[in-house]
């Protein structure tokens, strides 16, 4: 089946540095991509829709000059978390759906980021 | 806005025990529902779907029926196995774009 892998898989980083996420379809291309966050015994919650081309969609509340969301390729979408902060540590998950039109999505394995 | 509510867990089966995990929605329209499966290091999996009520969404023995009455969408295998240990989320897709609303996780652990 189609896989969608995100890098890294686990992350540390100091309070006032940004560090960047990578999400990737393997098998397929994605002009439309989600990145969740989840937080300890919690949901996902939608941050995002990243659109290859074009401008992200945020969800409201989410601060999109921290959480900057590029789609520069149909494979590849990234999330830079900004001025990262330790209430910014969280599991960042991306989803991509294979074709438009299709309930299907494939999620990635998730990327835990630490801010110390 | 849209929301689910899963029953909380942790749960915890003998092999062979029947399973129910209770999920209930809270929609505007007329969502489409899904059960997704996390099993440990990996990525969310789609489990099965319903799109409009009273749909029966089936895989791996595993069925959910949308009930539009009750706004619900429980998630019940009748023999389940250690390989079904994992974290269970039911969610909801309103608008038909792909954004998909989840419930909190359910986790299970099925012991031999």
């Known amino acids: 089946g189609a896989v969608v892998s995100q890098h890294p898989s686990w992350v540390i980083c100091k309070s006032g540095t940004s560090v960047k996420i990578e999400c990737r379809s393997l098998d397929f291309q994605a002009t439309t991509m989600f990145w969740y966050r989840q937080f300890p015994k919690q949901s996902l919650m939608l941050m995002a829709t990243s659109n290859e081309g074009s401008k992200a969609t945020y969800e409201q509340g989410v601060e999109k000059d921290k959480f900057l969301i590029n789609h520069a390729s149909l494979t590849l979408s990234t999330l830079t978390v900004t001025s990262a902060h330790p209430e910014d540590s969280s599991f960042y998950i991306c989803?991509?759906?294979?074709?438009?039109?299709?309930?299907?999505?494939?999620f990635g394995p998730g990327t835990r980021l630490t801010v110390t | 806005g849209d929301s689910v509510t899963q029953m909380e867990g942790p749960v915890t089966l003998s092999e062979e025990a029947f399973l129910t995990i209770n999920c209930t929605y809270t929609a505007t329209g007329y969502p489409s529902l899904f059960w997704y499966v996390q099993y440990p290091g990996e990525g969310l999996q789609l489990l099965l779907k319903a799109t409009k009520a009273d749909d029966k969404g089936s895989n791996k023995g595993f069925e959910a029926t949308y009930r539009k009455e009750t706004t619900s969408f429980h998630l019940e295998k009748g023999s389940v196995q250690v390989s079904d240990s994992a974290v269970y989320f039911c969610a909801l897709d309103g608008e038909g774009a792909q954004k998909l609303v989840f419930g909190q996780g359910t986790r299970l652990t099925i012991n031999p």
């Open positions: 989803s991509a759906p294979p074709a438009s039109g299709t309930y299907e999505q494939y």
